[in-house]
């Protein structure tokens, strides 16, 4: 481009810029544009741009970059703005309560109408007798009460008109007409339910009474040689059973009968002398009825017979044997159909095992969602977990199956072609090693311990064990078997192997509740005893892992190589997707005992298949809500964890970092020195716990009995257990209630729902151990609730009495349990106060002393706000230990170690005692309850304000006049400081680890994205692939292959569409987008989501700053 002002600078302009589009990889949309600038070069006075072309050349053989697609990021988001609002949480008390970052509304929102609050009390105060007279009047001849003829007869034009007496009760228009005109209109419609008017009510009465029949094989409705039906044939529609008189056609285009029906959409229930038949319509309403509600097919039955005769006067014959047959035929058939067997040449015949599941199309899998190369990653760049397999195991005790037929009559339509294993080798294999012992010596797990004594006396199986994928709760094919007695190794490592033969990747973390006892001898097993066709590929590396949730029971020393909080790159992985996936199955436990060994696999078979394709079509929404929260978990961990590093000296830091590092990559087992393990102190409630239940083991071993199976320690700590929960849902209510949300609201009343299931299954102890209550209760009216809630339920613990009354309402030697227990309580909670203000005290120190401004310091409150809340947590859980204490022990010298537990005591080492009273909330109180103040100061309360006094000229320092608080003269532990702060060091660690896996999550989820749409893709060309492919098959059957073909095709393309619309910006506030998506594979996207379980955490135990993913932070 040549310049007009060559006296002045060149200018660098658009018209000089130019774009190169490189491709990232092959059949991929999106590829990655260049900006340059042309050179530019002088001649004389005058300036031109010339071009650098740019061509790539692709190296075969070589990783490609995955990330040829991936959603925005954003490392600001969900970050606070600065301001001076993390020096004010930072320097205030503990006990202070976090001030709201929620923006105050400016503008009150439009007030409700009283239809819109109360929209049953308008009904019920104008309505609801309209609505009941509107009812009624059907029962009467309404609008057509003075018709004298039919109207069908008069617009024919008819010489004879006919009495209108018949009304169809299906129809839309609701109008009377005659017998003959009732008959013609119904020809298409035999299924509908007429009624007539004998003049003083409406009778039913059946087409085939008034000489309705249905003739098959012929569009005319005529056959010159029709075949009448079985007199007794019914047919079950979904408004109830039909008598139908139905003729087969026996001309020369004759087909055999039961082909007849099937091309009128009726599936007849036998070939040969057909009785019962059900429409596609009700079999495809029960289907789906019974995936969403899991309600059984008798249910369904007695539905029908409802509706058909509500008396029970004259009730049809019954066909629920028969409605069963169809509708296991019709879910197999559905399961072969939606696989696309039909499309196939080799057709059932050729059906390989665990063809039929839905696959995850989030998981790695090479040669359809990942790019050319994935397995020569460079390993440098630290994404090789971006190919690891998370595979979760467990078993489900509630999915019986009683001793009811056999094999031999009830085979199964299709065991081994889905999720649930092929059943002769797998038997076979159980029964090679049916006196194998496995032993746990895990604390806090009997899985195992008691698996000789699981109840199986009558049953078949006692459960059912199988495998998830870790990211999607999608069910793995071939992943789910049967237990014969208990949870054995020898089931779990044959699912688990199974599993391993759709597994194409060489990573795979596996998560097992008992991982810890499971995985030492697994290769042994591998090589001793595992089938060929089960035994994993070599070359194939195993993470093992322990669930989330489960891990904490574990109390065995060193447990931390186990938790999903320290295993790279897992990211927020919990695991615990088994549980979710058990929780909306367990519904199929009662419908699925007592029938027959096949019929109940197919059942779970195509109840699996359903939950995965959910999961399959929701997708979108799923990875667009966890991409969101996963943003802002990792901005704000990394925000926290800058702050907490620059408060710290950094030669310590980089000690520490050297430590983590090298752990981190040791392999399993670790022998590396464990950063993130903390040595307890003191005598720990669960030490005195376990003492409690060994003295009981030896009460029993000499002979002694308790009242219940719950021994007086269990229903102690289980009271305890209750305590502490209750604590934690006042704290969230709290919280709930300064910034509710619709979400908020719905959590908090679902953890009081469980609460409260909890409390009132303690209570049933009650009349054991605490037999004199009633009497108490008697005596004593316990003052009227003024709430419902579960955390204000009073839990009747010994304490809660007084000494009088306590020895003759208690059980003998309960109270002195409760006292153990409590002894062991104080030092556990005062200790853990202890642990929190010592990380406040160094963070606020170096903090005053070497940061300036919101950004240096750190613009996320995270930390500082995981610290108070776990003080507060302790000092509650003192406090009620204290009073509890005092309540069964009475004054003494223990008072001396665990005083009264005030708020200005909660401080650190430099703390100074100087705290300003709170002032109570006006406005609050009735007329009649004020007594003429205006405040209450209340030392023991979570509203209580600790903030500095506002400082005036002549202040001091403080210094001076400084007091330690007596928690810090307590001597609690042997342990001596040494200038080695172990607890400092373990919160930083963690802290290190929340990091990585928040970082890990987002490169996880940009992956999942990625590899989901070229799955989308892939599977739309396997569709399309598949259109006319089937040689020797009529002309118009290989139209509806080819038609169907096409439409599953085009219905993976919608998905990919509109999920690639919905991640075109996930970090944008409104997500409307995400609602409403769903999909049926017959029809298209018409059916509503089902609200995902999916794996949501947001574990305390997890993340911190690295660089060790920054350079992968782009891809």
């Known amino acids: 481009m040549e310049s007009n002002r060559p006296t002045k600078r060149p200018r660098t302009s658009h018209g000089n810029v130019y774009h190169d589009e490189v491709p990232f990889v092959q059949d991929v949309d999106y590829n990655v544009v260049h900006a340059s600038e042309g050179i530019l070069r002088r001649v004389g006075n005058d300036f031109c741009g010339a071009r650098m072309q740019r061509d790539s050349h692709p190296a075969a053989g070589i990783w490609e970059n995955t990330a040829d697609w991936s959603p925005p990021d954003d490392p600001n988001f969900a970050l606070d703005a600065d301001s001076d609002l993390y020096d004010t949480v930072l320097c205030g008390g503990v006990m202070d309560e976090t001030p709201s970052t929620e923006p105050v509304a400016t503008t009150s929102s439009k007030k409700k109408s009283t239809v819109s609050k109360r929209p049953h009390v308008v009904w019920m105060n104008l309505h609801r007798q309209v609505y009941l007279n509107e009812i009624v009047r059907w029962a009467g001849r309404g609008d057509f009460r003075t018709a004298k003829h039919c109207p069908d007869c008069m617009s024919r034009c008819a010489e004879s008109l006919g009495s209108p007496e018949y009304r169809c009760k299906e129809c839309f228009q609701p109008d009377l007409v005659c017998k003959s005109c009732c008959v013609k209109r119904h020809r298409v419609h035999p299924l509908h339910v007429i009624k007539k008017w004998t003049g003083s009510r409406f009778v039913k009465i059946s087409l085939k009474d008034m000489g309705l029949t249905v003739q098959l094989n ?24 039909h008598s139908i008189a139905v003729q087969y056609c026996g001309c020369s285009r004759a087909i055999p009968h039961h082909i007849q029906l099937l091309r009128r959409r009726l599936y007849p229930a036998s070939q040969i002398s057909v009785k019962t038949c059900a429409t596609f319509e009700l079999l495809r309403h029960l289907h789906k009825m019974a995936l969403t509600t899991k309600a059984s097919t008798y249910d369904f039955y007695r539905c029908l017979d409802k509706l058909t005769d509500g008396t029970g006067i004259d009730p049809p014959k019954s066909r629920y044997r028969a409605l069963f047959r169809m509708i296991m035929q019709w879910r197999h058939l559905q399961m072969l159909k939606w696989a696309g067997i039909q499309n196939e040449d080799g057709g059932i015949a050729a059906i390989r095992p665990g063809q039929l599941a839905v696959r995850c199309p989030s998981c790695p899998h090479p040669g359809m969602n990942l790019a050319n190369g994935w397995e020569n990653a460079p390993s440098e760049i630290k994404i090789r977990f971006l190919y690891m397999m998370i595979v979760c195991m467990d078993a489900n005790f509630r999915l019986k199956n009683q001793l009811v037929s056999n094999y031999s009559q009830d085979p199964g339509l299709g065991i081994g072609w889905a999720y649930m294993v092929p059943r002769k080798p797998y038997e076979e294999y159980i029964l090679r090693h049916v006196n194998d012992e ?36 999608m069910i793995l094919p071939l992943g789910v078997g049967n237990l014969q007695k208990g949870e054995r190794y020898t089931n779990m490592d044959y699912i688990f192997g199974s599993t391993l033969q759709f597994v194409m990747v060489n990573l795979v973390l596996i998560s097992y509740d008992i991982m810890c006892q499971w995985f030492i001898n697994l290769f042994k097993r591998i090589d001793e ?7 994993p590929r ?70 699996f298949g359903f939950w995965n394709w959910e999961k399959y079509i929701s997708m979108g929404s799923t990875l667009l809500r966890r991409y969101k929260g996963a943003v802002r978990e990792r901005n704000l961990q990394m925000e926290g964890h800058r702050g907490l590093t620059a408060s710290l000296d950094q030669d310590l830091v980089s000690s520490w970092e050297k430590m983590c590092v090298e752990w981190d990559d040791d392999s399993f087992p670790k022998t590396k020195k464990n950063p993130y393990h903390l040595d307890a102190t003191g005598d720990s409630e669960a030490q005195a716990k376990k003492e409690l239940a060994d003295e009981e083991a030896k009460y029993l071993e000499g002979g002694g009995t308790f009242l219940h199976a719950t021994t007086p320690s269990a229903f102690i700590g289980m009271g305890l257990d209750l305590e502490a929960a209750q604590h934690r849902i006042r704290r969230l209510a709290r919280s709930t209630a300064t910034t509710s949300t619709l979400r908020k609201d719905g959590d908090l009343t ?25 009497q108490y209760h008697s005596d004593h ?70 940061i300036r401004g919101q950004r240096d310091g750190t613009r996320s409150r995270s930390v500082i706000d995981r610290v108070h809340d776990r003080a507060r947590y302790s000092a509650d859980k003192y406090r009620e230990a204290r009073v509890a204490k005092y309540a069964l022990a009475g004054p003494g010298d223990w008072e001396q170690s665990f005083r009264v537990l005030e708020d200005n005591d909660i401080r650190g080492y430099q703390d100074p005692n100087r705290l300003r009273p709170c002032v109570g909330r006006r406005g609050v109180l009735e007329d009649d309850q004020l007594d003429g103040t205006q405040g209450v100061s209340n030392n023991q309360t979570d509203e209580f304000t600790l903030l500095n006094d506002t400082r005036k000229h002549r202040d001091g320092t403080g210094e001076t006049r400084r007091t330690l608080s007596w928690i810090w003269l307590t001597t ?71 038609s169907y073909a096409h439409g599953q095709a085009a219905l993976q393309e919608e998905l990919s569409t509109h999920f690639r619309r919905l991640w075109k910006s996930p970090l944008q506030e409104a997500m409307s987008l995400a609602d409403g998506i769903g999909g049926d594979r017959d029809t298209g996207l018409n059916v509503a989501t089902a609200a995902d379980t999916s794996n949501d955490d947001d574990d305390d135990d997890v993340d911190d700053e690295c660089d060790e993913y920054n350079s992968a932070d782009d891809i």
């Open 218 to 241: 012929h569009s005319s409705m005529f056959c010159e040689n029709s075949i009448p039906c079985h007199a007794n044939m019914l047919i079950l529609h979904t408004n109830g059973i």
């Open 438 to 473: 496995d032993i746990s010596t895990c604390v806090g797990f009997q899985a195992l311990a008691k698996k000789n004594n699981k109840f199986n006396v009558g049953l078949r199986y006692t459960g059912a064990n199988i495998t998830v994928c870790g990211r999607s709760e």
């Open 529 to 535: 005893q595992w089938p060929a066709h089960i035994k």
């Open 538 to 607: 070599p070359e194939i590396k195993f993470i093992p892992a322990i669930p989330k949730l489960h891990e904490p029971m574990h109390n065995t020393p060193g447990h931390e190589v186990f938790s999903l909080n320290f295993i790279k790159g897992c990211g927020h992985t919990d695991c615990e997707c088994v549980e979710r996936v058990w929780s909306s199955h367990n519904a199929l436990a009662n419908a699925t005992k007592t029938q027959g060994p096949g019929s109940r696999q197919d059942i779970l078979d195509d109840h």
């Open 750 to 774: 679902e953890q009081r729902n469980a609460l409260l299931s909890r409390i009132r299954a303690w209570e049933q102890l009650l009349p054991i151990y605490v037999p004199g209550l009633l």
């Open 781 to 850: 009216p316990p003052a009227d609730r003024t709430s419902s809630n579960a955390e204000d339920t009073p839990l009747w613990l010994p304490s809660r009495f007084s000494e009088p009354h306590r020895s003759k309402i208690c059980a003998p030697g309960l109270p002195a349990i409760e006292e153990r227990l409590r002894d062991a309580q104080l030092p556990d909670a005062l200790e853990n106060v202890k642990k929190i203000l010592k990380i406040k005290s160094r963070m606020i120190s170096f903090k005053n002393k070497n």
């Open 972 to 1042: 609690l532990s042997s342990n001596a400081e040494d200038g080695k702060d172990d607890i400092l060091q373990s919160e930083w660690a963690r802290s290190r680890a929340r990091v990585l896996r928040g970082k890990e999550e987002v490169m996880i989820l940009k992956e999942e994205m990625r590899r989901v749409l070229a799955f989308l893709d892939w599977k739309a060309r396997w569709w399309r692939a598949r259109e006319g492919v089937k040689s020797g098959v009529s002309k118009d059957l290989a139209e509806g292959l080819t």
